[in-house]
Nanobody, 113 residues
Framework: QGQLVESGGGSVQAGGSLRLSCAAS????????MAWYRQVPGKQRELVAT???????DYSESVRGRFTISRVNAKDTVYLQMSSLKPEDTAVYYC???????WGQGTQVTVSS
């Protein structure tokens, strides 16, 4: 059974940076399109960024130009580098296989103004 463990969240001031990590196990990681999502209480989970098995990247309009997704297949790990953070980026961040249905615990990101 696959497992995804997110880490790297925290509290920062607006304009700051954080790097999230997601370690995968039990999945054919290098073959998967991986994604980062975020969720605010009371709202639907939002797709933030994706990276394909070949390294093609895509971003939501709300984070494009500020966030960078990357992966290291040798480590079964996907990253999300977040810069120029805004208070509206505050959420629990999750990684998953694109379209995956089992979720990890996520990592909280809080951005203060």
């Amino acid at each position: 059974q696959g497992q995804l463990v997110e880490s790297g969240g925290g509290s920062v001031q607006a304009g700051g940076s954080l790097r999230l990590s997601c370690a995968a196990s039990g999945i054919a990681f290098s073959w998967q399109t991986m994604a980062w999502y975020r969720q605010v209480p009371g709202k639907q989970r939002e797709l933030v960024a994706t990276i394909s098995s070949t390294g093609a990247k895509d971003y939501s309009e709300s984070v494009r130009g500020r966030f960078t997704i990357s992966r290291v297949n040798a480590k079964d790990t996907v990253y999300l580098q977040m810069s120029s953070l805004k208070p509206e980026d505050t959420a629990v961040y999750y990684c998953n296989i694109l379209g995956g249905v089992s979720w990890g615990q996520g990592t909280q990101v809080t951005v203060s103004s």
